[in-house]
Antibody, heavy 120, light 107 residues
């Protein structure tokens, strides 16, 4: 069964840093583009970042460009999101998701999400 | 970036009603559109992809249509399990933007 499990969320002060992880299982991780999506409390879904199967292409939303870094370790079947210079508006549940068919498709499946709270 | 606009933002309906949600793209996305359902505290789940293809295991009362810039999600007969928030998403570009969501509430 395909499974994604996020970890690393928590409470962090404005200006601080946090690293999220996503552990993948049940599929050939190195064959798929992986994605981070976030959802602020009571708000809609926001695409954050994507990384292609071999790191050759990386994309960021304007709202996080220059502050967040996406990476992956295909040997460990893991996806990461390094977040720095965090702001209150970065408070959200962060979901890890897989491109459904490889690259530039809908997202399926999704992890259960990890909550990041930026507050003093 | 391509902007996705859903309407309405909230919809009140009764069990058995036919429900239609609209999604408009700021530029043509062919049929590169998915619909997701999200319930409180849960991750989104895909219902429809490629604008009109039903995801395996999704009830046939859900259907999608459209191409270019205008798309619809229809629930033919609303069931108690369908009260949730629905999002459209374009995947024509790597910045795969979502609509703002439509909450389907019990009337």
């Amino acid at each position: 069964e395909v499974h994604l499990v996020e970890s690393g969320g928590g409470l962090v002060k404005p200006g601080g840093s946090l690293r999220l992880s996503c552990a993948a299982s049940g599929f050939t991780f190195s064959s798929f583009t992986m994605i981070w999506v976030r959802q602020a409390p009571g708000k809609g879904l926001e695409w954050v970042s994507s990384i292609t199967r071999d790191d050759s292409y990386i994309y960021y939303a304007d709202s996080v460009k220059g502050r967040f870094t996406i990476s992956r370790d295909n040997a460990k079947n893991s996806l990461y999101l390094q977040m720095s210079s965090l702001r209150a508006e970065d408070t959200a549940v962060y979901y890890c998701a897989r491109d459904s068919k490889g690259a530039l498709n809908w997202f399926d499946p999704w992890g259960q999400g990890t909550l990041v709270t930026v507050s003093s | 970036d391509i902007q996705m606009t859903q309407s309405p933002s909230t919809l009140s309906a009764s069990v058995g009603d036919r429900v239609t949600i609209t999604c408009r793209a700021s530029q043509s996305i062919s049929t590169w559109l998915a619909w997701y359902q999200q319930k409180p505290g849960k991750a989104p789940k895909v219902l429809i992809y490629d604008a009109s293809s039903l995801e395996s295991g999704v009830p046939s009362r859900f259907s999608g249509s459209g191409s270019g810039t205008e798309f619809t999600l229809t629930i033919s007969s609303l069931q108690p399990d369908d009260f949730a928030t629905y999002y459209c998403q374009q995947y024509n570009t790597y910045s795969r933007t979502f609509g703002q969501g439509t909450k389907v509430e019990i009337k």
